[in-house]
């Protein structure tokens, strides 16, 4: 039995991706695939028309995660309206994070991650970090010597107390710091580390006793 088909095929090439398929077609209907012209069309060189012809697929680009990305919910939630502490720098959000969350990635990388999305931005672009002409101080999340109580495993009155006695710095607030206090503010790291050093002398006299 001899069977006569008229079939109209009508086939558009949009894009490389779409040569793997007008190959396949072309063979099915024994006819050749003008190389040059498709090259012209597309803007590209008959190398590669014959590459994507022949089954080429290019990678396909991952969406980079960044790791602080599970840790999104925790920075929306403190830096909420309805938060009940106030960082005004981004190096002690991350600096709280790593302390009390286990965040591990650098300050400079934080920074950046902050910068990159505009509701975190926005809260200290705002000026929440900023210090206002009134006389209240700066509210810190944390009390100076909170964490150094953890590790030692003794009372926070009993950290101030050893500060008191040993440190050359004596006026510290514990509950915030003034403005007077700012100047200070960039030396934090080196501050904490004093304490730490104070109270490992405070610890070995502690334990002659």
Known sequence: MYIKLDIQTEFEVKSLTDLPKLKLLMENLNMKI????????LSVDRRTIDKYLNGFTPKQTRTKVSKIDEYYKDIATLLSSDSK???YYKRVLWQYLTDNHGLQCSQ??????INKRPEFKAYFDEGKRMISN?????????????QLSSEY????VTVYKWIKIYSPITSVDEDEITLEDL???KKEMLRLKEENEILKKAMAIFARK
């Open 183 to 185: 100047k200070r503010m």
């Open 108 to 113: 400079s990388a934080f920074r950046a991650y």
């Open 153 to 156: 495993g003794v009372s926070e």
């Open 134 to 146: 009134h006389s209240t101080g700066i509210r810190y999340e944390t009390q100076p010597g909170e």
């Open 85 to 87: 502490q106030t960082f």
């Open 34 to 41: 003008n190389k040059s012209q498709l090259a012209r069309e």
